[in-house]
């Protein structure tokens, strides 16, 4: 009886021993799949599909919930994914105010968050949040340099009354200030409006030589138009929010000369052959539209798709400080992001520090226009 007993003690003790060591690395995925950002969130969530079954050797294990396009819900589903299902990572939202709301339940909860969305925190809150949004003054420098070469000198802002929109909004104008750009009008809508007339009308009665659209998604095109019907010719920007199809689909002839500044993976064809993500930009874009049909591709459908590549360069160095599952885990994830010396992603090569959780360079944007119902490159 003892005899047998200690080849089975054996045998279970090596059977937990090897289940210990090869624990699921648990991802907690909160997108807007409903709502008025839902066309940023579901190409976040394609873009997401496309991911390997393992990062860094483990096996992963995705909880993907909907955060609605609402605050309140974002942050349910963060303390859900810390308290339920202790995942390892979050990442979303690709709604910035969905983002900012999801970071502080992170923070608490000493877990990683990766967002989809460029999501601007104070300083002192974000601990835990890295970005694989490129920073809004980053694309904000991008369209500012464009309009000082193309001769603007007075501009209007119509954007969301949101985080998203006023993050740009403060960028922009502290930067354009220090350019000598004049701002002539500022007016904001919400997310969920339908018409936008009344801010269209005072922002053309303003006569500015360009007009600064901070949208996102299909909700960047109705501003467009509105500004196009009240008769505006001069030059009109976007962010890199507008940076889909759906602004050329639902703007048609009216978004025709525009410029969209943008993150690689528009139009990766148009990088130089010696850029650090020309062909993981490519290849994503390859991948993707075969899945999901020509002229898909987009800039969130990258952010989530490049959040798996952080995590396939940080993972390795994490598992060798702790077990997936455990505080430890999450501590060594963030301090791997911190101290990495440079991780190409579709976007460009990200560069954490601990002061830094943006990463991304002047390297990491494009500056489109919109010609014959596609995207060109401006020289």
Do not use: C
Not at 46 to 67: A, F, R, Y
Not at 138 to 143: D, P, Y
Not at 308 to 332: C, D, N, Y
């Amino acid at each position: 009886m003892k005899a047998s007993f200690k080849p089975l003690l054996a045998a279970v003790v090596t059977a937990l021993a090897a289940a210990h060591a090869h624990a699921d690395i648990t991802i907690g995925v909160s997108l807007p799949l409903t709502g008025p950002a839902s066309g940023l969130g579901i190409p976040t969530r394609n873009g997401i599909s496309l991911w390997p079954d393992t990062i860094g050797g483990e096996k992963v294990k995705l909880i993907m919930l909907d955060d609605a396009s609402d605050t309140t819900q974002s942050a349910k589903n963060g303390r859900r994914f810390i308290t339920e299902d202790k995942v390892d990572v979050i990442v979303g939202s690709t709604a910035t105010p969905a983002s900012v709301a999801l970071a502080d339940v992170a923070a608490e909860g000493s877990t990683v968050q990766i967002s989809t969305s460029p999501v601007d925190l104070p300083e002192g809150r974000g601990g835990w949040t890295f970005r694989v949004a490129q920073s809004t003054p980053l694309m904000a420098s991008a369209v500012i340099e464009h309009m000082k070469k193309q001769g603007v000198q007075t501009y209007a802002y119509l954007g969301y009354s949101d985080a998203y929109g006023e993050t740009w909004l403060r960028s922009f104008t502290e930067l354009a200030n220090k350019a000598g750009l004049k701002s002539v009008a500022t007016e904001r809508f919400a997310r969920a409006d339908t018409s936008v007339t009344a801010q269209a009308l005072k922002i053309v009665s303003a006569k500015p030589d360009a007009i600064l659209l901070g949208a996102s998604g299909s909700g960047s095109a109705m501003p467009h138009k509105a500004i196009v019907e009240r008769g505006y010719k001069g030059k009109i920007y976007q962010t890199h929010g507008a940076a889909s199809r759906d602004l050329i689909r639902i703007g048609g002839k009216d978004v025709e000369g525009s410029f969209v500044v943008a993150g690689l993976a528009v139009m990766p064809e148009a990088l130089p052959e010696n850029h650090p993500s020309k062909k993981l930009a490519t290849d994503f874009v390859d991948r993707y539209e075969k899945q999901f049909g020509a002229g898909t591709r987009n800039q969130f459908a990258a952010h989530g798709y490049d959040a798996h590549l952080l995590l396939q360069a940080i993972v390795p160095q994490a598992l060798k400080k702790a077990k997936p599952g455990t505080p430890e885990f999450r501590a060594a994830l963030k301090e791997a992001l911190e101290s990495t010396k440079g991780i190409p992603i579709t976007q460009g090569v990200v560069r954490y520090t601990q002061k830094d959780h943006f990463g991304l360079e002047d390297n990491a944007r494009v500056m489109l226009t919109i010609d014959n119902g596609n995207w060109k490159l401006v020289n």
